[in-house]
């Protein structure tokens, strides 16, 4: 298959869906919603929404079943990305080549735009439910709350920036890190799409080892690509994580190592979809694209 | 009715919940859920949960079913505390006679256990639900959401934020303010506790205007209190409002037309109340109490 033309298509599916979904820029107040679009619209590649409809689109379900949870899944993408940024956290200016949301829009405003987005997702599912049935909604958005919060991202975020500058990181820390920080969201957004398909246990436990894997897979390759990367490929200063000595897998196992370890999780990712037909096969070209990307 | 013994017994119901659905302080990352643990055993009155607990009781609900919605009231109220008190916000040291929760655990982990307590609340909602059925629970959760979100809390904060030191507020955006910020949730709690319970669309609209009534009278004596009260009683500095040029009701009205305006509300509310039966009685009486406390 064609992955790019696939990546472009559905890309444009999400936005337009964002597009419907979020406030528009005139409601009041303006500058929150002005902020919460600024950060949505600053050139995402909607990874974890596309992931969500790929997983949906392979056990049988509907696409416009799943744009809620999956523009949900961007939303809280986002508002994590804002507050990062923040002064308090990783005090970033630039995301993506694009000056951070607080330095558009103010501290205040960005901490604002980033609990509103948040809040915009719950609204989001329970609001949006296309021909799902009830109960399946109230399961979707209990996955997607949990791989949010203290013992999903929230945690990972903590544990992260706990350990940033405090000397070396174990192994056991940095996959902590790794599974909860970006790992939650990738593999709820697996399962949302299953469970959004009406996946069967089988298939969602399958869905699952894929998610897991293709999550550590993507922030391997991200770490490896900061090492590697060139300023202008990534839209952000190359050797960054090195610079604040943060704890990377590279770091932690030397470059060779960490790319064989990438390499050997996306080739647990397609063992995990043995079990589907031709539908799986965007899940299969992005998990191999995981390792391939330069950006 | 004895109102302070009902509060007092109702305080505890809710804290004894909140002290089970809330993430243990030993579990990882324990900073993360000290913090949030910090803010919401902070000496809340509960007023929202107590208000969504008797309008669940008023339209023949249980208890048991309201609870999780009342501690998700509880939880987003104490997230909105802890970003409004950062120092990009209001910048408060203090909150009820402690230290706020920047001041204790930092500014990066206040900001995080604000998201986190926010995202459980949803957590909770979707994952305890009693023997409410799916579509009344989903229908609960949007309630929620949308009180909390950029048309309801926030965007009340941020309208106040970006109103203070601006110069003079006018009545329209003052009255914004406060049906946003304070008000929303107020609603929200009543309109939460009235769906669990089962009410019809009647009781629904009824409860709806005590809710709107209760939620602006509550804010208009908060601000009288703010000018009438001691530190000692607000635990907080009194006069602080003015001090900051904050838009209140007194500064803008006068403070004999506020309280006229407060008691006008407690009329409108215990009017609202007129279909019910004695199970109204808490509400009634919190309702009166309103405008009658110190604190």
């Given at each position: 298959m064609d992955l790019k033309e696939y990546l472009k298509k559905q890309c444009q599916v999400v936005d337009d869906a964002l597009e419907k979904y979020l406030p528009r820029a005139?409601?009041?107040?303006t500058s929150l919603h002005s902020s919460m679009r600024y950060s949505v619209f600053a050139?995402?590649?909607r990874v974890r929404p596309i992931l969500l409809l790929a997983a949906c689109d392979t056990v049988g379900g509907k696409t416009a079943d799943a744009l809620p949870a999956a523009c949900a899944m961007e939303m809280i993408h986002t508002y994590s990305l804002i507050h990062d940024d923040l002064p308090a956290m990783d005090?970033?200016?630039?995301r993506r080549g694009n000056p951070t949301n607080h330095k558009v829009y103010g501290e205040a405003t960005a901490i604002l735009a980033g609990d509103a987005l948040l809040t915009e997702a719950f609204i989001l599912l329970s609001r949006e439910g296309g021909d799902l049935d009830p109960a399946a909604r109230v399961r979707v958005i209990q996955e997607i709350a949990h791989a949010s919060g203290s013992h999903g991202m929230v945690g990972g975020q903590v544990v992260d920036m706990e350990s940033e500058g405090g000397g070396p990181v174990d192994l056991a820390t940095l996959s902590y890190i790794h599974t909860h920080k970006t790992g939650a969201l990738i593999r709820a957004s697996v399962r949302a799409g299953a469970l959004v398909g009406g996946a069967d246990a089988a298939s969602l436990e399958a869905l699952t080892r894929y998610g897991e894997a293709v999550g550590l897979a993507f922030q391997i390759a991200d770490d490896i690509l900061d090492v590697e990367g060139t300023t202008e490929e990534l839209g952000k200063d190359a050797g960054s994580d090195e610079a604040r000595g943060k704890a990377t897998y590279p770091a932690l196992m030397g470059l060779e190592a960490s790319k064989q370890r990438a390499n050997e999780l996306v080739e647990m990712a397609l063992d995990a979809l043995a079990r589907f037909d031709e539908k799986a096969e965007p899940l299969r070209a992005i998990a191999s694209y995981i390792v391939k990307r330069k950006s």
């Open positions: 005139e409601e009041l107040p050139g995402g590649k005090d970033d200016d630039f």
